[in-house]
């Protein structure tokens, strides 16, 4: 053990040969779905939807009342919510070593899913309530069955590889699912009778939804994941198991808090506990991508980390009523914006510039792609790359223009702040698809012509 309490043994660095990414692709390979295919459609459908709330801001198109919440929702229950459903259970099965969900229950599932969207898209955005019912107890149901599969698998498994911090990750992010989406309920289509209000089930629902069911599983898979992507191993299995129970003991209180109207003990005990998580988590990343080989897309992945507690640094200030000059609403609106803009869409696109790039349908050479066997979302050779640091770099500071935007709307030049940063962002996420798009285009021609 050295001196700084991180285990020698658990501390990796770049191998001299490639050697460990081998090893690491040495098992039953992953799958292309139909939930792989609809989570980029919804980050395109996302796109246009950011275009047209734009050009809404400067009265150049006429004003929809629900862009805003679909616009959110279409990153969030569209394309991460897909990605997740398509990933987790064969994420969980290679892990475990056990047989993945069979295609007939996974189409039954996408279908399911995503007309049950539908329904409740429909429903909140023409103000129906019995169809956003519906569709959202459907939404909650196909959960429930994600959550009984990945905890089924890990009831199943043998050899203590469900002792893994991941699969804790990929049973806790749906189980917290749950919560968020029953709190759905009565944020629009009944009124429920809270001692946190309204406020307190809106800030519990994206608690739950955002922080626990998008974070934790993106957090779980990155363990694993980002130091292929760099080539190196993680930094540290110690800090991995030293986060999850800071993570799984700070979701809950970050859930019940507002509900409760206790911000000031339970929120902020939830918050404290989550962050300490997360800094070991984060620390961990930085580490692993020190030792590695750099690219655009582990950096772009890298970076977008910083984000996801963007929420919680106004969290305090707003717990305990220290005044900023700033309206609170308008505070969350930011916060909000660097939690989806910052941290959201940089991981969805990368996971689906992966997912582009490394999978096929069942049955159609999925163990092979350009670059050599493929067992997993990251090629042995040639991981694939959008962005370099300058697109990096420009984006963020998008990121953090907008969001300044929206604290200080009532100033004469938030607008610039929003227009400039908008385009930008707007943009380079075009550019990405583009780039997605092609990359698929390319990896099947390489295939037919083999």
Known sequence: MSGSGVDSRDTGRAPTDRGFTRRSNDRPALSLTPFHAAGVAFLLVGLVLALYQGLQEFALVPEVSWITWTH?????????????????????????????????????????????????????????????????????????????????????????????????????????YLIGLGFAFGLFSHSWDVPGGWWGLREAHVHANAWGFLGLAAIGTLYDLFPRLVDAELYSERLKRY??????????????????????TVTAVGLVLYAAGYVLYVYTLVQTYRAGTPN????????????????????????FGVPLGIPEQWIETGALHFFFMGWAL???????????????????GDDTDAGGSVAGLVPVENVPSVVGPWIVLVWNLAVLGVGIGFFYQDQSWSMLLHGSGYTVLI?????YLVRIFGERSSVRTLASAA
């Open 72 to 176: 959110i929702h279409f990153v969030t229950v569209g394309a991460f919510t897909q990605l997740l459903f398509g990933m987790l259970p064969q994420l969980t099965a290679q892990k475990l070593e056990r047989p993945a969900p069979s295609s007939r229950a996974t189409r039954a599932s996408f279908l399911g899913l995503n007309g049950a969207l539908l329904l409740a898209w429909y429903g909140r955005a023409y103000g129906e309530p019995l169809w956003f019912d519906v569709g959202l107890a459907t939404i909650w149901l196909l959960t429930l069955w994600l959550f009984a599969l990945v905890a089924g698998m890990v009831l199943r498994s043998s050899g203590g590889r469900a002792r893994d911090p991941t699969i804790g990750f990929y049973v806790l992010s749906p189980f917290v």
């Open 346 to 364: 940089p991981i969805a696109l990368a996971g689906s510039l992966l997912v582009a790039r490394s999978l096929e349908w069942p049955g159609n």
């Open 243 to 264: 986060s999850f129970p800071l993570f799984a003991l700070g979701i809950f209180p970050l859930v019940v808090g507002p509900v409760l109207d206790m911000g000031r």
């Open 427 to 431: 943009a380079i996420w075009g550019y």
């Open 296 to 319: 655009g897309t582990a950096l772009s992945v890298l970076v977008a980390q910083g984000w996801i507690l963007g929420p919680a640094g106004f969290a305090p200030f707003i717990l």
